[in-house]
């Protein structure tokens, strides 16, 4: 093998970048906060403190989805992710990061009594409503803030734990009777995270942290739609950051083929958003109960109409018609502009998820949100490049490399 | 129906396969096909094939099953025979969704395995010469077409030069014919020498 470049170092435009981001957004996130966040004025608090909240849950759930896309291939004892195992690992480091800023958030939210974003921590409220009654064994203060504690802990520490026995492929060659035995130790660990994937991200977190804003109203699609939705925004963030890296003259054993592959899941995961998408909505829509309409009332007929359909054109009918070519999935430009694009818009579909129940009147898009957004992804940027530029790019003794490296699609 | 002469070339390993399809290639002799036990990646890719266009009659066919769907729901249900289900309006589009993406996949489905079909020649009675009958077995068989200015002898040697296991000149039928093997093969096929 020729000599590969295993050590990423960090360009210095992309720092520049990186800080500017961070400094630019953290203007307008301190600006919003003191403004806003701690004004006296409730619909002013709800403003900045769902906006922060719909861009915290969105990047720490993008970024957790970059550790289930680890753990699902490992479980599937999947070789052609081998050789870009380590970006997606990078991705993941970020867990930690925003689940913390998200749990903060949460907590002031709860503690606070932040009555308007979340109705059911209203006591007297709850007391005279039967239907708020009924659900008041999960949606209480004390079960939301264990339950929100317990899973970005140990999100974070099955990602940890997936990380650090992936290091073990870079030290020393394995003969087959260690390699086997890092194989299923390596199974063994992704079970953890993906059971404790499913009882959160599949189910109970979106219902906590984002359902509940609207307490009364419930629906069996909800989890999916909301996992769905990061989920095809972490491979379309692992898609950049792959581009990027390689386009850096880094990762030169990934090649069309994975990209083909990565395509291939944004793709297919675009087409699973939509089919949930419409399963929610169809079978509310043709029921027309008006305890399940009224999710849909403001959306559909209100004022977030245009963002409600601009949500369906960017992430279903853009993909969809775009990515189907074999051609188009094998293209670095367009693959990268389709991955912003993507991840724009199910950025834009967690904003109508939340600011859509808490802003009926108008839609708030503005400074706020693109400032936060910014800080975001200013952070995001700096953490991925130092992580990846503290261990070997390529996993060089992991068993199935070579697959990786003559993989085909 | 039309006889022509071929010559053929047998391979026991796909490691001697692939350099001797690179030489046979380079030699100026284009290969009608190679039979495998098993698919083989990046065969096709070697032999210079063309990139397959089953993809895009899918997508023509499931397009026509998009069309087929709303038009005849639309027209059934606006115009031929309206009728009023749960106050929903008569067009009601989020309804027929359903249906429309069951009729493109169905149109899309039948459609590909019929043109598959065709383009393999493939179907209840239709019969193809076998090179060699171990093609489904463990053997890669490589089929080369003679025309006038090829020197079959000269092939022969080249093919066993590069690792042919077994090579022969065989006459036979390369289209379909309708039948079976043991009528027929009297007047399809005859090793012409060893």
Not at chain 1, 304 to 321: D, G, M, Q, S, W
Not at chain 2, 130 to 135: G, L, M, T
Request: proline share 3%; with cysteine; glycine share 6%.
């Amino acid at each position: 093998m020729a000599s590969i470049k295993e050590q990423f170092e960090i360009p210095g435009k992309l720092k520049t970048w990186a800080y500017a981001l961070i400094g630019i957004g953290g203007v307008a996130l301190l600006l919003g906060m003191f403004t806003q966040g701690f004004s006296k004025d409730e619909h002013e608090q709800v403003h900045f403190w769902g906006t922060l909240m719909y861009n915290t849950i969105f990047w720490t759930l993008v970024t957790n989805a970059a550790m289930f896309f680890l753990c699902f291939s490992t479980m599937a004892q999947a070789a052609w992710m081998q050789s870009f195992r380590r970006i997606a690992e990078a991705i993941s480091t970020l867990v930690p990061v925003f689940g913390s800023i998200t749990l903060l958030v949460l907590l002031y939210v709860v503690l606070g009594e932040k009555h308007h974003i979340y109705h059911w921590l209203d006591a007297e409220a709850v007391a005279k409503d039967p239907i708020l009654k009924g659900k008041v064994g999960f949606l209480n203060p004390t079960f939301f803030i264990i339950w929100t504690t317990l899973a970005i802990a140990l999100w974070s520490y099955f990602g940890y734990r997936m990380r650090q026995i992936s290091r073990e492929a870079d030290e020393n060659p394995m003969d087959a009777e260690t390699a086997k035995s890092f194989n299923i130790r390596s199974m063994t660990r992704s079970g953890f995270f993906l059971v404790w994937f499913g009882l959160t991200v599949a189910s109970t977190i979106p219902w906590l942290w984002l359902m509940s804003i609207d307490a009364h109203w419930y629906s069996t699609m909800y989890s999916w739609y909301t996992f769905a939705s990061s989920f095809v925004a972490g491979m379309a963030l692992i898609a950049l950051w792959v581009i990027y890296v390689k386009n850096k003259g880094y990762l030169e054993l990934t090649n069309a083929e994975h990209l083909h592959d990565i395509a291939k899941f944004m793709f297919a995961f675009s087409i699973f958003w939509t089919y949930l998408w419409f399963s929610q909505y169809m079978l509310i829509w043709y029921a027309n109960i008006p305890e399940e309409t009224v999710y849909f009332k403001h959306r559909v007929q209100g004022p977030y109409k245009p963002i409600f359909f601009l949500n369906l054109v960017i992430n279903f009918l853009a993909p969809l018609i775009i990515l189907m070519k074999r051609s188009a999935k094998r293209n670095f430009t367009l693959v990268a502009f389709m991955a912003i694009l993507i991840l724009f818009g199910h950025w834009i579909d967690f904003y109508q998820m939340v600011m859509g129940s808490l802003m009926k009147e108008h839609v708030t898009l503005g400074w706020l949100d693109f400032g936060i957004l910014g800080f975001f992804v200013g952070v995001l940027i700096l953490m991925v490049a130092r992580s990846l530029a503290s261990k070997p790019l390529v996993p060089k003794y992991h068993p199935f490399l070579k697959e990786s490296i003559i993989h085909q699609v | 129906m039309a006889q022509k002469k071929f010559v053929v070339g047998c391979f026991d390993d796909e490691k001697v396969l692939f350099p001797a399809v690179k030489q046979v290639r380079t030699a100026g002799y284009k290969i009608k096909d190679v039979y495998t036990p098993f698919p083989v990646h990046g065969l096709d890719h070697a032999l210079g094939m063309r990139e397959t266009s089953l993809h895009t009659a899918g997508f023509i066919y499931g397009i026509t099953g998009t069309t087929t769907a709303i038009s005849a729901i639309s027209w059934i249900f606006t115009k031929d025979w309206p009728l009023n289900i749960g106050g929903k309006p008569h067009f009601a589009l989020p309804a027929w969704i359903p249906i429309i993406f069951e009729l493109t996949v169905l149109f899309a489905a039948v459609g590909m395995v019929m043109t598959f079909m065709w383009l393999c020649q493939m179907a209840p009675g239709v019969k193809k010469h076998h090179f060699h009958k171990r093609a489904t077995d463990d053997l890669f068989v490589m089929v080369i077409e003679c025309t006038e200015k090829t020197n079959a002898e000269d092939l022969k040697a080249l093919l066993a030069s590069n690792g042919a296991v077994e090579t022969d000149i065989q006459v036979a039928e390369e289209d379909w014919w309708f039948g079976t093997y043991d009528n027929d093969n009297e007047n399809l096929y005859k090793q012409v020498a060893h």
